[in-house]
């Protein structure tokens, strides 16, 4: 097991032993901001999610170029001849539109994603433009997934996706150090047995 799969089991009990202390809690109950999760996904997720972005660049804009090489040829006569004569422009706006977004995206979500596992709930925050929170108590998981593409297999990442019983209430962790996925896993998995046991 790696250092850092121990230093999130370090950092886990910690928070778990706070929450049961009552830590973190303000006096008499009242509420508190919304703060961001307590762990980062790991940094080479940056590299994973530049790599997606540049395939769908280069999806994007050889795609505009195609399409703009059969105007051009075929000379398509229900559109404005303006557009026709002006057509090769297409990829250009198309890559000056995408290629700045697909450069900034990855170093964005890497800001934005952060999970923690504190006590008997699971608490993620994903997302770039638009933002996405995410609170899963573990009593009602259902399953426990750590799944692993292509690009994270060999990057050595693994997302790990929490199943309840609500689509709702399921959320994806993507991003994670393939250890310490395997470890949140297990751990996620043993705390939902655990819970279960108590109910019955």
Do not use: C
């Not at 280069?58 to 557009?83: K, N, Q, T």
């Amino acid at each position: 097991m790696s250092d850092r799969a121990d230093e999130y089991r370090d950092a886990t009990s910690g928070a778990a032993a706070a929450d049961r202390a009552g830590g973190g809690r303000p006096p008499g109950g009242g509420r508190v901001p919304l703060r961001a999760p307590a762990n980062r996904v790991a940094r080479k997720a940056v590299t994973l999610w530049l790599l997606e972005q540049v395939f769908w660049s280069v999806v994007l804009v050889g795609g505009s170029f195609f399409l703009a090489r059969w105007i051009d040829a075929d000379r398509w006569s229900w559109l404005p001849l303006w557009l026709v004569d002006g057509i090769w422009w297409l990829p250009v706006v198309v890559a000056v539109l995408v290629v700045p977004g697909a450069i900034v995206e990855p170093f964005w979500r890497y800001a934005v994603h952060r999970w923690e596992f504190s006590g008997d709930v699971v608490y993620a925050r994903s997302g770039w433009i638009s933002r996405e929170w995410a609170f899963v108590p573990v009593s009602r998981i259902q399953t426990v997934d750590k799944t692993q593409g292509t690009l994270e297999r060999t990057l050595g990442l693994a997302t790990v996706e929490i199943r309840t019983a609500s689509h709702a209430g399921s959320s994806t962790i993507k991003g994670l150090d393939y250890e310490v996925a395997a470890v949140l896993a297990e751990e996620l998995a043993r705390r939902a047995e655990e819970l279960r046991d108590d109910a019955t």
